[in-house]
């Protein structure tokens, strides 16, 4: 039985047998979820395309635990991670509201003197598009390619997740993704808190047990996964430019990390509870 805690619960991803997950084990979403150096490139990648709207950073900044426990928080944002992918649905729902109702609370104002609630539904739209867009164009550049139909599936499907968050309008294709950006552009601009959360990262401190050079790596191509004109907007410069060593040495990890089916993992124990071989998801290709 494997078992992890989010709020202090037990989360038990092998029962009950038989439950179904928010999306079935042949989506796209269960291929790319299962793969922590995509979840790892694109998690980041996300929260740099929202530290870049003022409202959300200030909101996640103000009011969030990162910076005083960066891998507590990191764990906690992983397993719900997992949660929405691979946890029976009721549990997911269960522990996406406990998310929902501590985000209920989260409003201020930021340094600029512009009011914020973390409900607001613009602003989780924004939130559930860059996760979607960060996990499957991390898989996408760093594990294995996708087809375009595998790209559009994926975005279409995480609308059954992002709907548990609050997102009303999720993008269905990277070109509305893309849009949805264009659209929230002219409000982005760089901070000290974006370097800040990339130092965190850098640093090691939110994984400590994988090598430092990794950390650094990962950073960079978490700012790779983005636009090159909104880097520029961002004042992401050439420091943060992947090199070549980066990329092959992410690549090696993340076509390592699609082959291990380690039995104890989400991945592993939720296809088990769904009657399928521990390593299911390990047998398909791409």
Not at 92 to 100: C, D, E, K, L, Y
Request: hydrophobic letters at 40%.
């Amino acid at each position: 039985m494997a078992q992890d805690s989010y709020m202090g619960t037990a989360v038990d991803f092998t029962a009950p047998i038989g439950e179904p997950a928010l999306l079935a084990p042949d989506s796209v979403q269960w291929r790319v979820y299962k793969n922590q150096i995509a979840l790892g490139i694109g998690g980041i990648a996300a929260v740099l395309l929202e530290f870049a709207e003022p409202r959300i950073r200030s909101g996640v900044w103000d009011h969030s635990t990162y910076k005083a426990d960066p891998i507590g928080r990191s764990k906690r944002t992983g397993l719900v991670a997992m949660l929405s992918c691979y946890g029976p649905a009721s549990t997911a729902r269960a522990a996406i509201g406990s998310v929902n109702r501590l985000h209920g609370k989260v409003k201020g104002e930021t340094p600029g003197g512009e009011k914020y609630r973390a409900m607001d539904p613009v602003l989780l739209d924004w939130v559930a598009a860059t996760a979607s867009y960060g996990f499957l164009t991390a898989y996408d550049r760093f594990v294995h390619p996708l087809s375009e139909a595998d790209k559009n599936r994926f975005m279409r499907d995480s609308e059954a997740i992002g709907r548990e968050f609050g997102a009303r309008h999720t993008p269905q294709t990277i070109d509305a993704f893309m849009d949805m950006m264009a659209a929230l552009e002219p409000r982005f601009e760089p901070h000290p808190i974006i370097f800040e959360f990339l130092d965190i990262i850098q640093s090691g401190r939110a994984a400590p047990n994988v090598p430092r050079f990794l950390h650094r790596a990962i950073a960079r191509a978490s700012v790779s996964l983005l636009p090159d004109h909104i880097r520029q907007r961002l004042d992401l410069g050439v420091r943060f430019d992947l090199t070549r060593l980066d990329r092959m040495a992410l690549k090696l990890a993340g076509r390592l990390a699609d082959r291990r089916a380690a039995p104890q993992s989400p991945p592993c124990q939720a296809s088990v509870r769904m009657g399928l071989p521990h390593d299911y998801l390990y047998r398909r290709k791409g």
